[in-house]
């Protein structure tokens, strides 16, 4: 396998939710090789191209190259996983024809255990991950709106960050993302944790509910911050040092957040799948694993996972 | 303070919710002087009467003694609280006009803390508290239809049962009731509050949902089981001794119950109060307060607060 990443890779987008147009039409304005996989809303985008809106600017991606199946696109240098991770029974049959031998993979999906489907397919050494802070939704099959860009941190699976992981992220920010290369990717996925884990649960847990409700509660407050010290604690016990205060910036920054509605909630309201065994089933399995006491994490799973079910099956519930 | 009890006690049955209007007209239809302070439905109670309806039986009390305040009724031999714990703040204005040197007091409601309220009015020597296990409701303002006659328990506040605790559970047993008295009320509460905790608490937590449902998840299951083991160690510190067989018990008895609406799921979707405090708010600061661990109750007290909180608020849900 080659350890050289080339200047103009030819890149693929998996998935068309607002991270992979969103992603996908920055790099393809910045000039990048960029071939996306649509699913829905092939015809829109294929007549008016893909149109992103944020804070400071609106892009426009006239010609975006589109396709209806990965055996069209072909090899990649880089391929970007963008579908949920509810949808990874399919990355079996999409990688493939992707893949030669020196294809990256970069997987931007959300909680614990997103690399693992493909590694399976694609072997482990290529493999990469993405934490993305970043509120944006697809709000027409060809456009996204980004109410807040954030930044995006790289690391690599199993591994810290080598040459190609800083060449990987040196992509994204020269197409205007604010993106670094990190060595530990479990750590950052659990840390990313400390916050989806309270917040988007307990949206949906207590009812629908945006983040400044559970701040303004007393005891939803307080159980935001239990639930995070049982995660960090889980850390711990992989070896993964997350200070305790690293738990009170969340509640600094979730303060100022306004009445943010956290993703999970959106995604459950629309009747969309959230990501429940990677935010909270895989942290409850693999804290368990290791003696981690993590009771509330474990009951908020539990919780989550019966609203899902009882939701999807549709009829027992009003 | 007599020690004896009248062969034909004066009864004041304070609250015509469905528990009140159900045991009193057990009590008159035995022949005994049963005075009812009724609120809402007088008119209909006095023109009509009261009516009970239960699977082996129907009672009409065609004359009941009703009374819109505790000042008409006068001293009695025996008071029944019957309104709902969340209204205690008022017993320091009907319990006085009811009370003369020998008069009894008796709880009918659920929960922790219970005793207290009527205690601080008329001193604790007289009050006794009863453990209802029974399924009813009032179907009219006039009529209460009982699904589950059950059983009661009664026992005296801080102390075994005495002469006079026996007394009062026999006038229950000429009326019809299977009752009994025992010597130790706070453990006979926290034996309650093993299925009610986890029962009526996630009944309304998980979205509205019945016992077979809870029975059927896996997860819920598991929770359920996990707080009653908290609910038993916490009585455990307070030397109350309950058997792990009587965990077992409670699934196999909810087993058979089908979809059962515990009481405090219907009140919640009626827009009724439930007894946060008594049920979940009072175990989990009773437990705390001897260093046992409850993170699952206290979680389900926080959840269950913050949805009566709205749900009473109006505005911020749906």
Known sequence: MSTTFPAKPRIAIVGSGSLGLYYGAR????GQDVHFLVRGGRAAITARGIRVKTPAERLHVKKPQ???STEEIG?????IVAIKATGNGALAKLLPPLLGPSTLVLTLQNGLG??????EVAGPD????????????????DAVKCRFPGVMTIGKFGKPAGERTHAVAALFVKAGVKCDAQDNLEEMRWRKLVWNVPFNGLAIAAGGVTTDVI????????LARRL??????????FGLEIPRSFVDLQFERTAKMGNYRPSSLADFEAGREIELEEIWGEPVRRAKSVGAAVPRLEMLYWLLRHRVATRQGGAKRR
């Open 215 to 222: 701040m303004a509660d007393e005891g939803l407050r307080t």
């Open 27 to 30: 790099l393809a304005k910045a």
């Open 114 to 119: 997103v690399e693992e489907p493909v590694a």
């Open 66 to 68: 589109v396709y209806a």
């Open 126 to 141: 290529r493999v990469m991950g993405a934490l993305c802070y970043i509120a944006c939704e697809r709000t027409a099959p």
């Open 228 to 237: 995070m010290e049982e995660v960090v604690d889980a850390a711990g016990k």
């Open 75 to 79: 090899v990649c240098d880089l391929v």
